[in-house]
């Protein structure tokens, strides 16, 4: 399998047919400023399908993920994913004996042919080291990082800048792994406590916590003008695992199957469809289930779920995407999707447009000086109902009255993102499909929220109980470019 760029550019003289997997792994964007797909979408057919059902997760994941990756032995793809797909990993949910399904199923509201109900379910993808989905492809990355570079006899230093959820995630991934160290930049003393926790309390030699006296922005702009050095880029081999990686986007797409096979899993006929539900930020969870959709998965809806922050749901509208400015993003409940514009989402744009890269030049030159596109009225926009896409909003006030709603029928506690997708996946509910919402975070990440809208904390993992009182491990810095940089030049040696 070889990986074409989005803009067009992927192939290199010494890379003529274009890079393969391991070859993307390691870095981001494409020497185009593109992003990477594979130049074709393996297909799955219904038979295979059935075939999948009786499999773990690792080795479903086996079975999605070796049409991406062909250039590791399949023999060391299995084992690695056998040792990342884990009950012992994935062990903090709720329905601690189905731990082994890494993923289970939870029906609010069981499908019902006779009284037309379609169903109503969740898919926990918030089982892993810190309590969100990321960890379901960041687990992966982490040991796809360990087996390329031993491989290839290298070395990695990844830089990065969180506000909370994607460092915690990359550093539970990453800690201890051979010839990877992880510097990752937080915004002093604006985290949660129990974010903190999470992240500083890491003692591994590899892992090395920035606060910096500043906001996520800029704790961001430092990592940009680091990363913007090619020099001490190059001398540092400094990297990143942000959300445009494909590996990540790839590990999504297992759990897409699973959700299938496992909302299906009763007797019926064989054409039976399922529409997921996604709490959207930077398309990157979505993207994974478009992926899925083009390469056979009969899902019948995607439904893209936003918070205030409605940039994405602007565009499934009305055919107009139109980035925010960074004043324009507001602080909201479900802060893992306050974002202005969607890093993934040019990937979806490329098979809207017919896999076009001139189209995509023209496009992202608008929204990368800061403008945006309007596609309505255009050949691409009549195309958008071949791709199952609608969308909605939510706001605090439609997350406070879904967590409650959930609670007082259900018996069940969600988070605040999660409560984003069920909100709008309840209004595309139809008779015909099960609606499965993406879970992807838990309850106890969010306390403030919760007890908003509940009047109590949310239950706790019983590993993760008294975070706050271990000892933690953080420099603290001013916003400074050269004391970053002259902090991992020490660390380096
Ligand atoms: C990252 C994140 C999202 C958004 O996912 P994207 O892949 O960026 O669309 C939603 N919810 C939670 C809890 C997250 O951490």
Redesign the pocket.
């Known amino acids: 399998m070889r990986y074409v760029s989005t803009r067009g550019q992927s192939a290199s003289n010494t890379n003529p047919s274009g890079p393969t997997f391991s070859e993307i792994l390691l870095g981001g964007l494409a020497p185009d400023g593109g992003l990477y797909l594979p130049e074709s979408y393996p297909q799955v057919s219904r038979s295979e399908l059935e075939q999948w059902r009786a499999l773990s997760y690792a080795e479903l994941a086996y079975e999605v993920l070796s049409r991406f990756i062909d250039d590791i032995p399949p023999d060391d793809l299995k084992e690695l994913l056998r040792r990342t797909y884990t009950a012992e990993v994935y062990c903090n949910g709720r329905v601690r004996e189905r731990a082994g399904e890494i993923t289970p199923l939870h029906w609010l509201e069981a499908p019902d042919p006779a009284r037309g109900e379609g169903g109503l379910a969740i898919l926990e993808l918030s089982n892993g080291p810190t309590l969100?989905?990321?960890d379901m492809a960041m687990q992966l990355l982490g040991n796809l990082f360990e087996y390329v570079l031993a491989k290839q006899r290298e070395e990695i230093n990844i830089l990065g800048a969180t506000s909370g959820?994607t460092g915690s995630s990359a550093e539970y991934a990453m800690r201890g792994k051979q010839g990877v160290q992880v510097f990752m930049l937080s915004p002093h003393e604006r985290m949660s406590a129990f974010q903190r926790a999470q992240m500083y309390s890491l003692h591994d030699a590899n892992i090395h916590n920035i606060a910096v006296r500043g906001t996520f922005d800029d704790a961001q702009d430092i990592v940009k003008a680091v990363a913007n050095d090619r020099a001490f880029k190059a001398r540092y081999r400094i990297g990143a695992v942000n959300?445009i990686n494909w590996a990540r986007v790839a590990a999504q797409v297992v759990y897409y199957f699973k959700g299938y096979l496992a909302a299906t899993s009763d007797a019926g006929d064989d054409d039976r469809q399922v529409a997921f539900a996604v709490?959207?930020?930077?398309?990157?969870?979505?993207c994974a289930g478009h992926i899925a959709r083009m390469m056979g998965l009969p899902i019948g809806r995607l439904v893209l779920a936003t918070n205030e922050n409605d940039v994405l749901d602007e565009f499934f509208r009305t055919g107009v995407y139109r980035p925010r400015a960074t004043a324009e993003t507001v602080a909201t409940s479900s802060p893992?999707?306050d974002i202005s514009k969607a890093s993934n989402f040019e990937r979806f744009v490329f098979d809207l447009v017919g896999r076009d890269p001139t189209v995509i030049r023209a496009l992202w030159s608008a929204v990368d000086a800061g403008c945006g596109f309007d596609l309505s009225g255009t050949p691409f926009l009549a195309r958008l109902p071949e791709f199952g896409f609608v969308s909605g909003r939510s706001t605090h006030a439609d997350r406070l009255a879904t967590i409650r709603g959930a609670f007082e029928r259900y018996g069940l506690m969600i988070d605040t993102?999660t409560a984003d997708g069920l909100k709008v996946g309840s209004e595309w509910r139809t008779a015909e499909m099960p609606m499965v919402i993406l879970e992807?975070?838990l309850p106890a990440k969010f306390e403030e929220t919760m007890v908003e809208a509940l009047g109590r904390k949310p239950e706790r993992p019983a590993a993760l109980h008294g975070i706050e009182k271990l000892p933690q491990r953080v420099t603290v810095m001013d916003v400074s470019v050269e004391e970053v940089k002259r902090f991992i030049a020490r660390q380096l040696g």
């Open positions: 969100a989905f990321k959820d959300s709490p959207s930020g930077n398309f990157g969870n979505i893992s999707m993102h992807t975070a």
